[in-house]
């Protein structure tokens, strides 16, 4: 029984397209988070939202567009796709806000982007 | 500007050995500090949160120290085995809605 699950686990696609990566958490949890890991495994924080509302935007270009229809979801939109977007992006959900904020992690969507 | 350290890069060692990874944070106001694991291709998996207030967590063969006024954690794995063997991340919650990650460290744990 998946906690964090994300669509697709994989997705080639050419520069210029727009594509969308699906994030849902089935652990009751507020908070959720994208994440980017580049070619040398560095994880940047990317967006958080608490609630459904945007807390975090750390200054990713507006080329990324999040959406939380309700605090179990966050989609990632990418439009118009460019090489450098090549990476893993992961989504974590976290409890609402509390010293003990442990992270979950979903399983990663690997872009390509040729 | 909270900046998180993890020192070895890589590491290789013989099973059955005890080692220790190191991650350094530049700002000591923290709410706690999470270890993860992470296998090629895959996920991350928590595998201690430390609270602020703590100064250690353990689970089974790892445990976790925590000084905050040094800016150090350190994780150590005793007796290690090759399934050990993944990269291993620090990640710190400065209590602004985002972790902040550390640059890893490669384990390798040879039979």
């Known amino acids: 029984d998946t906690a964090v699950s994300q669509t697709p686990k994989y997705l080639v696609t050419q520069m210029g397209n727009d594509k969308s990566i699906k994030c849902e958490q089935n652990l009751g949890h507020d908070t959720m988070y994208w994440y980017k890991q580049d070619s040398k495994k560095f994880l940047k924080i990317m967006f958080s939202y608490n609630n459904k509302e945007l807390i975090i935007n750390e200054t990713v270009p507006n080329r990324f567009s999040p959406k939380s229809p309700d605090k179990a979801h966050l989609n990632l939109h990418i439009n118009s796709l460019e090489l450098g977007d090549s990476a893993v992006y992961f989504c974590?959900?976290?409890?609402?806000?509390?010293?003990?904020?442990?992270?979950?992690f979903g399983a990663g969507s690997r872009l390509t982007v040729l | 500007k909270q900046e998180v350290t993890q020192i070895p890069a890589a590491l290789s060692v013989p099973e059955g050995e005890n080692l220790v990874l190191n991650c350094s944070f530049t700002d000591s106001a923290i709410y706690n500090l999470q270890w993860f694991r992470q296998d090629p291709g895959k996920g991350l998996t928590s595998l201690l949160l430390?609270?602020?207030?703590?100064r250690e967590q353990t689970s089974g063969r790892l445990n976790a120290s925590l000084d905050k006024s040094s800016g150090r954690s350190t994780l150590y794995i005793a007796a290690s085995q090759p399934g050990d063997s993944a990269t291993y991340l620090c990640?710190?919650?400065?209590?602004?809605?985002?972790?902040?990650f550390g640059t890893g460290t490669r384990l390798k744990v040879l039979a």
């Open positions: 990640a710190v919650d400065s209590g602004t809605y985002k972790y902040i």
């Open positions: 974590a959900s976290s409890p609402q806000y509390s010293g003990a904020n442990v992270l979950t």
């Open positions: 430390i609270q602020s207030s703590q």
